[in-house]
């Protein structure tokens, strides 16, 4: 089986620019969350979305936004791009919602703004 | 969710067993313990996850105590590949409050020598 796929796998973009990053979660599962990954700030939850919903989401605000599609694929999208906003931002799927359920992350979109 | 206490850092010989411990002291009984590990540049992987009985897959061992409020990750056979962050995390369950939303710490940096 294929993993967790994200494009692009590198980006840069200017202050002010939006973004938007993609996610292709292992085949059959339906739960795909983002999360963002800084040095100092460590992993952090962005949001999570099953059956094209957001069931969960974290303390960042409304720049950062997301949907999922009905073939589970999902992408996230970041407005008004600050410096601080440079980060890898990873995706991961899960087969469904319960806690027995493992999540498999991709390898990232590592995102630079300059 | 309970919060994980893990080394910053550990060695081990390649070849010899890797031994990573958690501290969960606040889990409580619906709470599972899982493991990832992060080698630079790439997305967290799955290791192996439990509630309370031991638990064995392809790629290690998890001994949790009896009380639960520790647990031990076992690389039987360590080698130069499995250098890689090591992170403990208890996922609680629930619809409403887990999903896909993990709390990552600092984890363990361990570093297998040759």
């Known amino acids: 089986k294929a993993g967790v796929t994200q494009t692009p796998r590198y980006l840069i973009k200017t202050r002010g620019q939006q973004v938007t990053l993609s996610c292709s979660p292992i085949s059959g599962h339906r739960s795909v969350s983002w999360y963002q990954q800084t040095p100092g700030q460590g992993l952090q939850f962005l949001f999570e979305y099953f059956s094209e919903t957001q069931r969960n989401k974290g303390n960042f605000p409304g720049r950062f936004s997301g949907r999922q599609f009905s073939n589970s694929r999902s992408e996230m999208n970041v407005s008004t791009l600050e410096l601080g906003d440079s980060a890898l931002y990873l995706c991961?799927?899960?087969?469904?919602?319960?806690?027995?359920?493992?999540?498999?992350f991709g390898n990232g979109t590592r995102l630079t703004v300059t | 969710d309970a919060k994980t206490t893990q080394p910053p850092s550990m060695d081990c010989a390649e070849g010899r067993a890797a031994n990573l411990p958690c501290n969960h002291s606040?889990?409580?009984?619906?709470?599972?313990v899982y493991w990832y590990r992060q080698i630079h540049s790439q997305g967290p992987q799955y290791i192996i996850h439990?509630?309370?009985n031991n638990e064995t897959n392809e790629m290690a061992s998890l001994i949790i105590t009896e009380d639960r409020k520790s647990s031990t990750l076992i690389l039987p056979h360590a080698t130069l590949r499995d250098t890689a962050v090591y992170y403990c995390?208890?996922?609680?369950?629930?619809?409403?409050?887990?999903?896909?939303?993990?709390?990552f710490g600092e984890g363990t940096q361990l570093t297998v020598n040759p």
């Open positions: 439990g509630l309370k």
């Open positions: 991961a799927s899960s087969a469904n919602r319960v806690v027995q359920s493992p999540l498999h």
């Open positions: 606040t889990i409580s009984g619906n709470e599972y």
């Open positions: 995390i208890v996922r609680v369950d629930g619809e409403e409050t887990s999903g896909s939303r993990l709390t």
